[in-house]
């Protein structure tokens, strides 16, 4: 089945401690975004991605950082830096806008990731 | 600067009611618009994407409503069942076509049995 697959599920992280969450899709999207989720509030951009080996910063992007060596690939690492982590995180995918004649658009979200720190 | 608002921000009814969901936006100047289903610690079902030239989708029970114009969409769903609890969100992608997508808070829906 195609998807996005984000792992782990939950995770539990120390004061001063660096997390990775992993995101992986399989829909040949050009397009990766990770989302950040609180509670009452909207969806906030972390990063976005548009293609392999480019990415670029959403509106809050401060204490995290991204890489996107893979097409099927956006990890997203919590720094130490990042002073209120505890969140609900979300990747999504879309395909890409400047390639497909009848781009939808539409996006694409995988089951999220609880991050909590100790 | 885009902003989405959804109202109400949670409802209640019982089963077999129609009921309307309001999502309303700033800037007219949109690319699409999606509603999207979320269950409790889960991620966001799309349900339906509206693109900025079309006024409506269907999909079963769910229809949504594009009004450009009055920076306004619907999300209407038919017999609710208590299977339809979950947060609805709509999300409008900026005109440029670009990547940026701005989310409202999302109404909590729960249909009673």
């Known amino acids: 089945d195609g998807g996005i697959t984000q792992s782990p599920k939950y995770l539990f992280r120390k004061e001063g401690q660096n997390v990775t969450l992993s995101c992986e899709q399989n829909?040949?999207?050009?397009?990766m975004y990770w989302y950040r989720q609180d509670p009452g509030q909207g969806l906030r951009l972390i990063y976005y991605?548009?293609?392999?080996?480019?990415?670029q910063k959403g509106d809050i992007a401060e204490g995290y950082s991204v890489s996107r060596e893979k097409k099927e690939s956006f990890p997203l690492t919590v720094t130490s830096a990042q002073k209120n982590p505890t969140a609900f995180y979300l990747c999504?995918?879309?395909?890409?806008?400047?390639?497909?004649?009848?781009?939808?658009?539409?996006?694409?979200f995988g089951e999220g990731s609880r991050l909590t720190v100790l | 600067k885009q902003e989405v608002t959804q109202i109400p921000a949670a409802l209640s009814v019982p089963e077999g009611e129609n009921l309307v969901l309001n999502c309303s936006f700033t800037?007219?100047?949109?690319?699409?618009l999606q509603w999207f289903r979320q269950d409790p610690g889960k991620g966001l079902t799309s349900l339906l994407l509206?693109?900025?030239?079309?006024r409506e989708q269907t999909s079963g029970r769910l229809n949504a409503s594009l009004d450009k114009s009055s920076g306004r969409s619907t999300l209407y769903i038919a017999a609710s069942q208590p299977g339809d609890s979950a947060t609805y969100l709509c999300?409008?992608?900026?005109?440029?076509?670009?990547?940026?997508?701005?989310f409202g808070a999302g109404t909590r829906l729960f249909v009673k049995a």
């Open positions: 999504a995918s879309s395909p890409g806008l400047v390639k497909a004649r009848k781009n939808t658009g539409e996006l694409f």
């Open positions: 829909l040949n999207h050009d397009a």
């Open positions: 991605s548009q293609i392999v080996n480019d990415f």
């Open positions: 800037d007219s100047a949109i690319y699409n």
């Open positions: 509206i693109q900025s030239s079309q």
């Open positions: 999300a409008v992608r900026l005109g440029t076509g670009g990547f940026k997508t701005i």
